[in-house]
């Protein structure tokens, strides 16, 4: 009786919430017009998963670069879902980094009044991104910009001096394991070089 209850636990509390949401997310990602509607009940189903959550984000994101006017309240939707999926999952960056995402469009297109508390978010959110993942340089890239946005030169700066610092070790290491091939660069030999230049250009 005892395995009988606990097998009725397990199956009412874990494998049936799981197995529903998971229909759910598969259902979404062949239906994506009712994505809106799926994916919520997905995370409803399931309340431990982060994954339809981050679902939930991406799709309103990707719904917001792709309708003309680019309707703000998509992006609102967006940070809502990614915020709790951080909840769920505190150990994950890319949540973090989704909102870093998001936070710095809606610091883009609101007015002038709200836009430094956008920034905030967006900078706390790469921060938070950046201690689950250190040696991402293009985090330490981004949370340069939005500290430079933020006023914060000295702050941009230990970023940026930062980016250079995990692409450099990373070419370093990518020539020493792969001798005569060309380097990859992880940051983008772009960014790399304006990382220097804002280097250069906040040290004066």
């Known amino acids: 009786s005892v395995v009988v209850a606990v097998a009725w636990v397990y199956c009412g509390y874990a494998l049936v919430p799981a197995v529903k949401a998971s229909a759910g997310i598969q259902e979404s990602l062949r239906n994506p017009s009712h994505a809106a509607r799926l994916l919520p009940a997905a995370a409803a189903d399931d309340r431990l998963n982060p994954a339809p959550l981050n679902l939930a984000g991406r799709f309103y994101l990707q719904h917001y670069n792709q309708i003309p006017g680019r309707q703000s309240d998509m992006l609102v939707l967006a940070a809502q879902f990614f915020d709790a999926a951080t909840q769920r999952d505190k150990a994950d960056f890319k949540n973090y980094e989704k909102l870093m995402t998001v936070y710095q469009l809606l610091a883009m297109f609101s007015t002038s009044g709200h836009t430094r508390q956008w920034l905030q978010k967006a900078y706390d959110s790469g921060l938070e991104a950046a201690q689950r993942y250190p040696g991402k340089g293009m985090l330490q890239f981004e949370l340069g910009k ?25 070419r370093t290491q990518f020539r020493r394991m792969y001798p005569g091939r060309e380097t990859f660069s992880r940051l983008g030999q772009s960014k790399y070089e304006a990382a220097k230049k804002r280097i250069e250009k906040l040290s004066e």
């Open 146 to 170: 939005i500290a430079e946005r933020l006023n914060n030169k000295k702050t941009a700066l230990a970023h940026y001096e930062k980016a250079v610092q995990i692409e450099d070790g990373y």
